[in-house]
């Protein structure tokens, strides 16, 4: 396969890349790219898809570009409905708080952005599983605390916070 991108014009480094894939086998990608030197100066999450029977990416394009740090992009779809989880940091990983956007149309048009509930410090890496009862389980992490946080959801759009564990030595990205 092909890569996604050579570059992303104006950044000098991408990270934390995610994909999803459609049961007719077309896939949308998601990572953050930025400016640096740091990971997070400059970051802006991007897109790019490939088309059920294609060789080929699409051409990336800019999703979310915040004044402050866009990190950590998270895609999750059932059918046609994708969720976007990402991170916003404005000072820090220990200052990330969890956003979420859906889309009902394969990351055509999106949500506006909603906060997830909870702690500061708050970051995510992983999609959410379905449970057996039919409810989503977000995995996240505490960049404060180094400890795994979970939060839980019956319907994809409104998210609590379910419990954490805690380990020796510390964890982070469950």
Do not use: C
Not at 58 to 66: F, M
Not at 72 to 79: A, D, F, K, T
Not at 97 to 121: A, N, Y
């Amino acid at each position: 396969q092909r890569p996604i991108f050579d570059s992303i014009p104006g950044k000098i480094g991408s990270h934390a890349s995610t994909i999803t894939a459609f049961g007719d086998g077309e896939l949308l990608a998601a990572w953050y790219s930025y400016e640096g030197p740091h990971e997070l100066q400059g970051s802006a999450i991007y897109m790019a898809r490939m088309l059920s029977g294609q060789d080929a990416w699409s051409q990336p394009w800019l999703v979310i570009d915040r004044p402050e740090g866009d990190g950590n992009p998270v895609l999750y779809s059932e059918q046609d409905r994708v969720w976007l989880f990402h991170a916003v940091v404005p000072f820090g990983w220990s200052t990330s708080r969890i956003f979420v956007q859906q889309s009902t149309d394969r990351g055509h048009t999106w949500s506006e952005p909603k906060l997830l509930p909870g702690m500061l410090g708050a970051n995510v890496r992983y999609p959410p599983v379905r449970t057996p009862e039919g409810t989503l389980l977000l995995p996240a992490y505490d960049e404060i605390f180094s400890r795994s946080v979970f939060f839980l959801s019956s319907d994809g759009s409104g998210w609590n916070p379910l419990g954490t564990i805690e380990t020796v030595p510390e964890n982070i990205q469950p």
